[in-house]
């Protein structure tokens, strides 16, 4: 393609309201533009490598043996209403009515229309298990986009769904699918690990996230310093073994501790650490109020109690309830005579001797306090976050944290949806029995802002060549020049014959401009027609290492062929 006949409009300036690289970048190098918030316009350059992306998740789902289709977006409430979520899913759903007063939604997933095509389709195990996946735009009232194409409202996405007569199918699917994410990701060139993590809305168990390592993600991955275990943080389990210390159990003793509200705060005062007190906080489980202690030094996990309890919603009771239910403010709730509530508490509250707690009354703690002899607990959980250094639950090692960018989600659905759906199929006895399911997604869009986050330097983007939109940029120093305008056309011809894409920078701008430009669009190699035209010989760079050297022309196709596979 010729760069004056394209859309690429350059900005030298970061933009003011883009936070992180990736969002900078893609808007400097001209790749989009916002829309409204969260909703972008994909500009020529970043259709090319979202089509790039696009093929490499077609080629490895084909290869996986899922089938493509295509879905709407716009769905009828009615299917969303058999499955629950209707009700459940949130303000994030973009709800709307037709002319004759109808409800529907746009596409926020498609667990619904898939559900309902096959139950109507497909009556016998004979047809399974069966595959199918589409790639489409969609839709989520998110409350806060940001982040550019991270977090949005529009955004482009592939989901897959996968039926089955038996989990031993279901089983074997998921490592096809998984081993064809992972290979999707590495053919991106992308930095990323899969890794444990809970399956949310959609339901189901047994699913991992695949996340890209970025400073900027908003997911915290727990991973082993020496083996490959790694979970999102909210499902790595604490295996950590606490010994009760041997000291003598003291009297319970009632102290005023006045303005005193956090556990920072109540440390300090009684001069004890926080690992001596416990951390009580009140929350809200489905419709029942739950009492949850921790150590000082933890953070309670609302992921672990939902699904410790199988809940559909765990809140942290509200200031007001709490003074309701307890009788005191937030930084005075203890467990001592605490009754008509469950009380449970992690496993390193039970090793806790002679411990410091809420009094369940303003400006009074306990000192002295022990479990069991001082207050009943009903049940002992990991209840926490886990912690950099705790020891690894796969037994190899000690835990780190870094960031991630979620781009891909596996799950094991199980009869969630079919048997709510009543999507049924006669088995080899013609008995009828719902569908077994998984469900796969990747944010095409995400991957290509992902990879974006992770090559780049201070001049601009630079694209591996499997997702880059073009694999060279031709730049013509002078296009009035005769000899480098005549070389200019010749060498854009012969490059495309041999089937690379090319970008040929023939605009009418000074060279700085041309130079500053394809540095930050960020093609793999830019070969440069300058003053030695008319003796055949071209300037070579590589963006990735920034090495350059000249070469003569009856040279460059078997040196650019060279090249490309490393790049």
């Excluded at 195990?125 to 982040?147: A, G, H, N, V």
């Excluded at 909210?234 to 005023?256: F, G, H, I, N």
């Excluded at 004890?272 to 996990?301: A, P």
């Excluded at 499997?466 to 940029?473: A, E, G, T």
Aim: aromatic share 8%.
């Amino acid at each position: 393609m010729k760069q004056s006949t394209m859309l690429i409009p350059t900005l030298r300036e970061v933009p003011a309201d883009a936070e992180i690289k990736s969002h900078q970048l893609l808007l400097r190098a001209g790749f989009m533009r916002q829309n409204a918030s969260g909703v972008y316009s994909y500009l020529p350059l970043a259709k090319r490598v979202l089509q790039k992306v696009e093929q490499i998740v077609r080629e490895e789902m084909d290869n996986a043996g899922s089938v493509e289709l295509l879905m709407p977006a716009l769905q009828q409430a009615e299917l969303w209403q058999e499955s629950g979520r209707w009700y459940t899913y949130g303000p994030e759903l973009m709800r709307l009515h037709d002319r004759n007063n109808r409800e529907f939604a746009l596409g926020a997933t498609h667990e619904e229309v898939i559900t309902s095509l096959v139950r109507d389709e497909v009556k016998s195990y004979k047809r399974l298990p069966l595959s199918l996946y589409q790639i489409q735009t969609k839709f989520r009232d998110e409350q806060r986009p940001r982040f550019g194409l991270l977090r949005g409202r529009e955004f482009i996405m592939k989901d897959g769904y996968s039926f089955h007569s038996s989990y031993e199918s279901l089983d074997e699917v998921y490592e096809q699918i998984f081993q064809a994410y992972s290979n999707i990701f590495s053919r991106c060139g992308l930095n990323f690990r899969a890794v444990i993590a809970d399956s949310g809305e959609m339901g189901g168990k047994d699913t991992h996230e695949f996340m890209v390592l970025s400073d900027v993600g908003e997911d915290t991955i727990a991973y082993s310093d020496t083996s490959t275990y790694a979970a999102n943080i909210e499902m790595a389990p604490v295996v950590t073994q606490y010994e009760r210390m041997t000291d003598s159990l003291k009297d319970m003793e009632k102290v005023l501790t006045e303005n005193q509200k956090t556990i920072p705060d109540v440390s300090n005062f009684l001069k004890v650490t926080e690992q001596e007190c416990i951390k009580s906080l009140l929350f809200k489980v489905d419709e029942q109020y739950v009492l949850v202690l921790v150590r000082g030094d933890h953070e309670v996990n609302d992921i672990k109690l939902k699904n410790l309890f199988h809940a559909g919603t765990v809140e942290l009771a509200e200031a007001e309830e709490t003074k309701k239910i307890v009788g005191c403010s937030v930084g005075s709730v203890g467990p001592v005579a605490i009754s008509g509530i469950e009380v449970i508490a992690d496993h390193a509250v039970k090793a806790i001797v002679n411990g410091v707690c809420g009094a369940n009354e303003e400006d009074y703690h306990y000192i002295n306090i022990n479990p069991e002899r001082d207050f009943s607990v009903s049940r002992y959980e990991d209840l926490r976050f886990i912690q950099e250094g705790d020891p690894s639950p796969d037994g190899q090692g000690s835990i780190l944290f870094a960031k991630g960018i979620e781009v891909g989600h596996v799950f094991k659905l199980g009869t969630r949806y079919s048997e709510a759906m009543n999507a049924v199929y006669l088995d080899e006895n013609g008995k009828t029995k719902p569908f077994i399911m998984g469900c796969y997604g990747i944010g095409v869009s995400r991957t290509m802002a992902a990879v974006a986050e992770q090559f780049n330097d201070e001049k601009g983007l630079i694209w591996p060549v499997s997702v880059s939109p073009f694999d060279v940029h031709l730049v013509a120093v002078n296009m009035k020049d005769e000899q480098q305008s005549t070389l200019a056309n010749k060498l854009y011809s012969e490059l495309k014959q041999n089937r690379f894409t090319v970008l040929l920078d023939d605009r009418k701008e000074r060279p700085g401009v041309k130079f500053a430009d394809s540095d930050l669009i960020g093609l793999p190699i830019r070969i440069t027609i300058g003053k030695k035209a008319s003796d055949g010989i071209v300037e070579v760079k590589i963006r990735k290492t920034g090495e350059m050297f000249e070469i003569h022309t009856s040279d460059l196709l078997e040196k650019i062929s060279e090249l490309l596979p490393s790049l």
